[in-house]
C-alpha cells in the first residue's frame, strides 16, 4: 500500500517501503523517509492504520474474525488467548478482548480531544486537518509508535513550547504502555474503591475485610513503571538543566524533561536534539529503551516486570534467600527464568545488530549505532540521526530487530522448536559453582 503512487508525492523505493511498514506495525517509529513531506495524506492514513493494527497485535484480531466468521472459538484457541490477554478464566477472554477494543478506543478519542484542544488554529487554519493531526498523534502517543507528521517532529516551532500539547501525549503513551491487563485492573480497584466509599458514607458500613483486587503483576509494574519515571526525569532535569533545557523556562523545563524520560521507554517522540544530549545522557536513555514498558501493552523493550523480578533476584542472591517473595505472594519459579531468559537474548539480539551494522557500515560511530539499535530492539523509535544514512543491509538489521524486539526473541525461540513433553522422572540436583 506504501509503494501505491497515491500513498508518497516522489516513490518510495522497496526496502524504504518494508522498513516504513516494519516500523510501524512493530510500533517503533524509527523513519528512513519524513512522514510529513515525503507521504500524502492517504500514505499517512495507511501509517496510521498499520500502528493501530500492530498495536492491538494480529492475534487480537484473528481471534474475533476466527469467533465471528466461525461462530465461536476452540477451546485450544481461548487457552492461547487467556495466555496472551492475561486473563485467569477461559471463559473471560473474548470478554477481556472486547475491553481491549473498548478502552483503546475511548483513550484514543479523548486524547484526540485534549490534542485538538491544545493546538493554535494559526498554525493549522483546516479543522479538518486538525482534527486528522489529533487523530494521528493520538494513535500515535497511545500506541507508543512515535510517528509524526510534523516536518521536524515536535521540535516543530510552536510545537516544542506547547506544553498542553505534550502532557496530552504524555498522558497517551503512559497509557498505552501500562499496559491493557493493567489498565483493566486499575479500573476495577477504583470501582471498588469508589463502591467502598459509597457504603461508608451512605451506611455507615465499614468492611474489615480488604479483598486483593490489584494483582501482584500490576503491583509490580506500576511500581517499576512510576520508579523509572522519576530516575529518570530527575537525572535528566538536573543533568541537562544548563545543557538541552535551556531554551525552555519555568514549568517547561520540568514538562521537557518528564516528556524526555516518559518518551524514552518506549514512545519515540523527541522535544530536544538527543546528538546535544551529554553521554550520561545517552546512556540513561538507552537503559530506558531497554527496559521498555510493561507486558501485554502498546510498549517494548525487556519489559519493567522482567526488570523488576531480576532486581527482586539480586537482592535475594546478596541476602541468601530461595524465594522471590512481595506483597505477600511468593514469584513463580517460571517466571524468574522466562524474565532471565528475555534479558540474555535482547542483549543476544542488540549484539548481533550492532555488530552487523558495524560492518555494513563502517564509517558510522559505534555509540551511535548501539542507540539506533536499542531503540529497534526496544521499539522506541529514537534516533541519533543515522537512521536515513544507514546502507540497505543495515535497514535489514533494524527491520528484524524491530521485529523480534515487537514480539520477543523467547517467542521467536518457542515457534522454531519442538515443545518437549512433560516428563515424570526428575534427576539428582547438582550445584555449579558461579563465582
Known amino acids: 500500500m506504501l509503494k501505491l503512487p497515491h500513498s508518497t508525492r516522489d516513490g518510495i523505493s522497496f526496502i524504504d ?3 516504513t511498514s516494519t516500523s510501524a506495525v512493530c510500533i517503533t517509529g524509527l523513519t528512513v523517509m519524513n512522514t510529513s513531506s515525503d507521504f500524502t495524506i492517504f500514505g499517512q492514513t495507511v501509517i496510521m492504520l498499520l500502528i493501530q493494527s500492530g498495536a492491538l497485535g494480529i492475534l487480537t484480531f484473528a481471534s474475533y474474525f476466527s469467533y465471528f466468521f466461525k461462530g465461536g472459538s476452540s477451546y485450544e484457541t481461548q487457552i492461547v488467548m487467556s495466555s496472551i490477554s492475561n486473563t485467569e478464566k477461559i471463559g ?9 477494543l473498548i478502552i483503546t478506543i475511548s483513550i484514543e478519542l479523548i486524547g484526540a480531544a485534549f490534542i485538538y484542544g491544545s493546538l493554535n488554529p494559526a498554525l493549522i487554519p483546516s479543522i479538518p486537518d486538525r482534527i486528522f493531526f489529533s487523530a494521528f ?46 489498565v483493566i485492573n486499575i479500573i476495577k480497584y477504583l470501582k471498588h474503591r469508589l463502591k467502598t466509599i459509597f457504603l461508608r458514607f451512605t451506611y455507615g458500613r465499614k468492611d474489615g475485610h480488604k479483598p486483593w483486587i490489584m494483582t501482584l503483576g500490576s503491583r509490580i509494574n506500576l511500581m517499576t513503571t512510576f520508579s523509572l519515571i522519576i530516575i529518570g526525569f530527575t537525572l535528566i532535569f538536573l543533568g541537562e538543566y544548563d545543557n538541552v533545557l535551556t531554551p525552555h523556562q519555568g514549568i517547561g523545563k520540568f514538562v521537557t524533561a518528564l516528556f524526555t524520560s ?73 517466571s524468574i527464568r522466562r524474565a532471565f531468559a528475555t534479558i540474555m537474548l535482547s542483549l543476544l539480539a542488540i549484539g548481533m545488530g550492532v555488530t552487523l551494522i558495524s560492518i555494513f557500515d563502517k564509517n558510522i560511530p559505534i555509540l551511535q549505532i548501539v542507540f539506533e539499535c536499542v531503540s529497534a530492539y526496544g521499539t522506541v523509535g529514537l534516533s541519533l540521526g543515522i537512521t536515513t544514512k544507514l546502507s540497505i543491509a543495515s535497514k535489514v538489521v533494524i527491520c528484524v530487530l524491530m521485529f523480534v524486539g515487537r514480539i520477543t526473541f523467547l517467542t521467536v525461540l518457542i515457534a522454531l522448536f519442538k515443545r518437549v513433553k512433560y516428563t515424570s522422572y526428575a534427576y539428582p540436583s547438582e550445584e555449579i559453582l558461579i563465582n
Open 17 to 19: 517501503a518494508l522498513f
Open 262 to 334: 516518559t518518551v524514552s521507554r518506549t514512545a519515540g517522540f523527541n522535544t530536544i536534539d538527543y546528538n546535544q544530549l551529554h553521554i550520561h545522557s545517552i546512556m540513561l536513555i538507552m537503559f530506558l529503551m531497554w527496559i521498555g514498558g510493561s507486558p501485554v501493552s502498546t510498549a517494548g523493550g525487556i519489559k519493567t516486570s522482567t526488570f523488576a523480578i531480576a532486581v527482586l533476584n539480586f537482592a535475594n542472591l546478596a541476602r541468601n534467600k530461595s524465594k522471590i517473595e512481595i506483597y505477600n505472594r511468593e514469584i513463580a519459579n517460571i
Open 92 to 100: 473471560d477472554v473474548f470478554k477481556t478482548l472486547k475491553r481491549i
Open 137 to 182: 498523534h493520538a494513535v500515535s502517543a497511545f500506541c507508543n509508535a512515535g510517528f509524526s507528521t510534523l516536518q521536524n517532529g515536535i521540535m516543530e516551532t510552536g510545537y516544542v513550547t506547547n506544553y498542553p500539547f505534550q502532557l496530552s501525549l504524555i498522558f497517551l503513551f503512559f497509557l498505552g504502555g501500562l499496559g491493557f491487563p493493567i
